[in-house]
């Protein structure tokens, strides 16, 4: 068995050998109503708060106390973080957290993979136990060159990254010998998905007959915040036909997805060409999971020909939103090229 | 195609697609008569042919009968009960799952899949050879005119009802072996796939299965078979897969200093157009290459890297590959499109499917052909004129199963 060191576990309170930390001190959730761990919910508060209203998941671990306090610090901290969103209950709320989180511990383990030294065998057995412990992955590391990890073709393909993503599909990975081979961060991205599927999973499992009430309190909070900053959606083309593609991601934002680059790409050139504001267009943009306000400002004003080469992107065609998977025609779509036919259909343009 | 049966394959035989030549038959008529005596000649003689693996009671069967109706979803306990099936039945074409189930006899959700083989299939008429438009033929479906080469109207009657009738040459049977022999070296460098796990089978008619035997895929499901056929057609392959990426001006430019482990595809297409890759990294000597290659074809960098593609994919169907239900001609069956056999080439380079895959009887028979045409088979030039010709029963069944000759009376 592969003996984890204190301050790598810190770092992945979801494995079960981190768990053991506070179990075996028999800790109970209602110790949480005690005041000696106000501090640890207020860490978990704001880093839910961080996440969730800023898109920000900076987030410092505590290296300055022993091993053994850093470690039961953490998993406690990603307990009641656990707890906080369990309470609030809101899907988005549940995707949107579990997707920061899991790229959190991405960073971590892309970090592991990088710096990992040829002969620190130590942390390479723990990053092999979490990928096969967690995600059921055998992965084997090419010494002989530059240190590009492995995994079997068949075992690859059981992720849904490799049929989602055209970069992630068999054809454009390298595969040699009956093995996929990738660079370090590429196999952490690999198993974002699963991370983010596990945290959900997690969250949805747990069953508590009564949560703290500090927490209550803040859970609350939070809630009523989100609530007030978030309304329904509606669909911003008005006096038109919302086209089948558009309006089904709509509803993927609805319900708190995520949405793979191209249908961004869709959405964004959509909501130019229905003339909306920039500011119009965040609004919309804002409930993605991993919303960046910086980033998604300057790709839409990409798009728009404002930056860059000036060079305004039109909608794309039906042919190519199929070929991306996001064609979610309808009768209405008979005879159409392009969705924004359906505008014009609509408005007599 | 109709060397194998796709699950939505009925069993009327009413199917266009898989139906026979012989289904609407009268009972004497003499060529169907004739070929159900001559093939169950054949598989009285040469049961030993039939290629059976073991569980053999753990395959579905399925039969195409000289009336043209399809029998699918059977299953024998042994050998000796297929053997008395096919004597009785004399069926015009034998089929055989490439996966084992629970219960074969069932309906398809409810057969219990164990597992299956790889299969791929290579046609000749998806290679479009230069060299079929001179000697396959087109029958036309209203008029039963024969005519040569490649037409989209008939001869006779203007109609544009036509079947092509291949009729394969030795330069279609080596441009076949060459997709064979790509198919199988992406298989053995990319997939790990030991040649000895590799069996490669003459379909009887105009192309090859490849069958993988390997316990790491014999499981995978039908989506994961379909993405091991694109990996093989390099459908889909992104120019940023080889390091190379567009710059904002849109040209394509490499992306220095990063590093890629130079196998699969990109080793492969980098090969091709003779720019190698030193230590996986992509450093400023390559840089320079790149870049006179870039100038010296007027940035023109991804239609060759497409062309490339093109000439270095396996041409296989991939429908086949990853329908974990259909059935395969079984190895050592006659087809009934050409009357040779479906044979295991133990060495493509020496196999030769006119010789090896000719298993019918040599004695003398009268033909009447549709036809002047040059046959080779056995080792034998023939030259048939039209009208009626003495020819070994090989060469008749051949031409009968091709429908360019009709069978008179024994000699």
């Known amino acids: 068995m592969v003996r984890f060191g204190n301050k790598d576990l810190a770092k992945y309170p979801f494995l079960k050998e981190a768990f053991s930390y506070i179990t075996k001190y028999d800790f109970k959730l209602e110790d949480l109503d005690s005041k000696d761990y106000l501090h640890l919910i207020d860490k978990a508060a704001e880093k839910i708060e961080n996440y969730l209203f800023f898109g920000r998941f900076e987030y410092q671990i505590n290296y300055s106390k022993t091993h053994e306090t850093i470690v039961q610090e953490e998993v406690i901290i990603f307990l009641i ?5 369990k309470s609030i209950s809101i899907d988005v709320v549940t995707k949107k957290f579990a997707l920061m989180e899991s790229m959190r511990f991405e960073k971590y383990l892309i970090s592991d993979l990088n710096t990992a030294d040829r002969d620190d065998k130590t942390i ?33 393909l059981d992720h849904p990254i490799a049929f989602q993503e055209k970069e992630w599909n068999l054809i454009n990975r390298t595969l040699h010998n009956g093995f996929v081979y990738l660079d370090g961060s590429e196999i952490v991205r690999l198993f974002r998905n699963e991370l983010y599927l596990l945290i959900i999973d997690r969250i949805k499992k747990m069953s508590i007959t009564r949560i703290p009430d500090t927490i209550m309190a803040i859970s609350k909070s939070i809630k009523s915040r989100w609530e007030q900053i978030h309304h329904s959606i509606n669909a911003p083309v008005s006096n038109a036909v919302t086209p089948p593609c558009i309006q089904h991601i709509y509803d993927q934002i609805s319900k708190g997805e995520n949405l793979p680059h191209p249908a961004r790409l869709l959405l964004g050139t959509f909501l130019i060409y229905s003339n909306k504001t920039l500011e119009e267009m965040l609004e919309l943009f804002k409930r993605l999971p991993d919303f960046d306000e910086k980033i998604t400002r300057y790709q839409l004003e990409h798009l728009a020909g404002k930056r860059g080469n000036s060079k305004r992107y039109f909608v794309p065609s039906c042919e190519k939103i199929k070929l991306e998977n996001l064609c979610y025609e309808t009768r209405i779509c008979q005879g159409i090229s392009n969705p924004t036919q359906l505008i014009r259909k609509k408005s007599g343009i | 195609m109709s060397d194998t049966l796709s699950f939505d394959s009925n069993n009327s035989g009413k199917n266009g697609k898989h139906g026979s030549k012989y289904q609407n038959a009268e009972p004497d008529d003499k060529n169907k008569n004739w070929l159900e005596g001559i093939f169950r000649k054949y598989y009285f003689y040469h049961y030993s042919q039939l290629e059976l693996g073991e569980l053999i009671n753990e395959h579905e069967f399925g039969f195409r009968l000289f009336d043209g109706k399809i029998r699918r979803h059977l299953a024998f306990n042994d050998k000796k009960e297929l053997y008395a099936y096919i004597i009785k039945f004399s069926p015009s074409d034998i089929f055989y799952s490439s996966s084992r189930y629970q219960s074969p006899t069932a309906e398809i959700d409810q057969k219990g899949w164990i597992g299956s083989d790889l299969i791929f299939d290579i046609d000749g008429k998806d290679l479009h050879l230069e060299c079929a438009q001179s000697h396959n033929l087109v ?42 022999k790509k198919l199988v070296e992406i298989l053995d460098d990319d997939f790990g796939i030991d040649s000895e796990c590799i069996f490669v089978y003459f379909s009887g008619n105009n192309g090859y299965h490849v069958h993988v035997v390997d316990k790491n895929f014999y499981n995978a499901s039908a989506k994961k078979r379909n993405a091991f056929a694109q990996y093989l057609m390099g459908k889909g392959y992104l120019i940023e897969s080889l390091g190379i990426r567009r710059n904002n001006e849109g040209v394509l430019i490499p992306m220095s200093n990063k590093i890629l482990y130079n196998q699969g595809w990109r080793r492969r297409i980098f090969d091709s157009i003779h720019l190698p ?45 990853m329908d974990i239900h259909r059935i395969f001609r079984l190895s050592g069956s006659i087809n009934s499109k050409s009357g040779l056999i479906k044979a295991f080439c133990k060495d493509l380079d020496s196999f030769n499917p006119f010789v090896d895959a000719c298993f019918i009887g040599d004695s ?48």
């Open chain 2, 277 to 321: 890759i030193q230590n996986h990294k992509i450093d400023d000597k390559f840089v320079k290459k790149y870049n006179r290659m870039q100038d010296a074809n007027n940035n023109n960098i991804q239609d060759i890297i497409n062309t490339h593609i093109l000439d270095l994919s396996a041409k296989i169907d991939p429908n086949v590959t």
């Open chain 1, 81 to 85: 973080s656990l707890l906080l969103i």
């Open chain 2, 364 to 411: 003398n028979v009268e033909i009447e052909s549709k036809l002047n045409i040059k046959i080779s088979l056995k080792g034998k030039q023939f030259s048939i004129k039209p009208g009626k010709n003495t020819l070994p029963e090989y060469v008749a069944a051949y031409m009968i199963c091709k429908g360019i000759g009709d069978i008179q009376n024994q000699t």
């Open chain 1, 124 to 156: 390479k057995l723990i990053l092999y136990k979490i990928f096969e412990d967690l995600f059921s992955t055998k992965i084997l590391l090419e010494v002989d060159v530059y240190n590009f990890y492995k995994i079997r073709i068949n075992d690859y």
């Open chain 2, 139 to 180: 029958l036309c479906k209203d008029c039963s005119f024969i005519s040569k080469g490649i037409i989209s109207k008939c001869v006779g009657c203007n109609s544009t009802r036509l079947q092509i009738i291949d009729i394969p040459c030795a330069r279609c049977i080596k441009s076949l072996n060459v997709e064979v």
